[in-house]
């Protein structure tokens, strides 16, 4: 699982079946001090998540067992918001 | 799997039930000389870790089901020990990198 902030909305009307109705959002993973890692991914959202919002994702093949039904082609899933990160003195 | 240090904590109160009652920690991953190596990711605790501690993370999925038996689970790292020493040689000689 990855940190990374939502950046916007993706529109795409045709889609593989299993994926009707779900929000796809354009994500920038990033470092736990928010330093951007890579470029940004689309994920599908789990938690109505929005423009703006710390999330976190999980990627590969455990992204599809987030969603229902679970045999559907995706790599990226955002499962949670993040409310803080606390890190260690100096870590 | 790999080696990682807890470098501290998510708090997150939305996510998805899957993660429910599991702590989040940020761990940076360490190569066998314990320097950092490679990018932060998120890992759930399963050892009663602690911020600060060198653990051992499993990243698949599989055995993360089977760890947390569940057959459908979206969880992929897993903190699985907490390491007490490493003995490696290293690139730079045969020093033990404790």
């Known amino acids: 699982m990855i940190l990374g902030e939502v950046l916007g909305a993706l529109v795409a009307n045709t889609r593989y079946q299993g994926l009707e109705g779900r929000i796809f959002l354009i994500v ?7 330093k951007a890692i890579g470029d940004a991914v689309v994920a599908v959202d789990t938690v109505q998540a929005g423009p703006g919002d710390r999330v976190y994702m999980v990627l590969s093949r455990e992204a599809a ?10 790599d990226h899933a955002i499962v949670g918001f993040v409310d803080s990160v606390d ?5 | 799997m790999v080696l990682g240090k807890v470098m501290g904590t998510v708090v997150s109160t939305i996510k998805h039930p899957d993660y429910l009652g599991h702590k989040l920690y ?13 990018e ?7 050892v009663q870790s602690g911020v600060g501690d060198t653990v051992l993370v499993m990243r698949e999925g599989n055995g993360v089901r ?5 057959e459908i689970c979206c969880v992929r790292s897993l903190v699985v020990g907490v390491v007490d020493e490493v003995d490696a040689h290293t690139s730079r000689g045969s020093d033990s990198a404790q």
């Open chain 1, 28 to 34: 920038q993973p990033q470092e736990a001090d928010g």
């Open chain 2, 26 to 38: 940020v761990i940076q991953p360490l190569n066998a000389a314990r320097v950092p190596a490679g």
């Open chain 1, 65 to 74: 067992l987030a969603l229902e039904p679970w045999f559907v082609p995706v």
């Open chain 1, 87 to 91: 890190l260690e003195e100096g870590g």
């Open chain 2, 40 to 46: 932060t990711f998120l890992a759930c605790d399963t």
């Open chain 2, 66 to 70: 089977q760890i947390l038996q569940k």
